[in-house]
Nanobody, 118 residues
Framework: VQLQASGGGLVQAGGSLRLSCAASGRTFTINYMGWFRQAPGKEREVVAT????????YYTDSVKGRFTISRDSAKDTVYLRMDSLKPEDTAVYFC????????????WGQGTQVTVSS
């Protein structure tokens, strides 16, 4: 499975961005897709996840009500809509795939930088 992330950029606080993660290869073996982020000097954290077959979403508390994860099955693409962005959302964002019968996210896309200015 290959993952291609895109959509990062610079935005003012309160603004919005949409990240995309296009999956290719053996996508039928994906169980969950997730968005993670890593800010400078901090550990990587999970932001949101979605079951590949649809439904079953999860959000970390700090983004609940502001971020929305979704999936376009026809395009094998997962999106992360980010609204009401805050400076503390600044990080490199990664998408990742959890495969069936796996216990951790093994496939990762390249990171995309999100910078929120105050």
């Amino acid at each position: 499975v290959q993952l291609q992330a895109s959509g990062g950029g610079l935005v003012q606080a309160g603004g919005s961005l949409r990240l995309s993660c296009a999956a290719s290869g053996r996508t039928f073996t994906i169980n969950y897709m997730g968005w993670f982020r890593q800010a400078p000097g901090k550990e990587r954290e999970v932001v949101a996840t979605i079951r590949w077959s649809g439904g079953n979403t999860y959000y970390t508390d700090s983004v609940k009500g502001r971020f929305t994860i979704s999936r376009d099955s026809a395009k094998d693409t997962v999106y992360l809509r980010m609204d009401s962005l805050k400076p503390e959302d600044t990080a490199v964002y990664f998408c990742a795939a959890l495969m069936r019968f796996a216990s951790q996210y093994d496939y990762w896309g390249q990171g995309t930088q999100v910078t929120v200015s105050s």
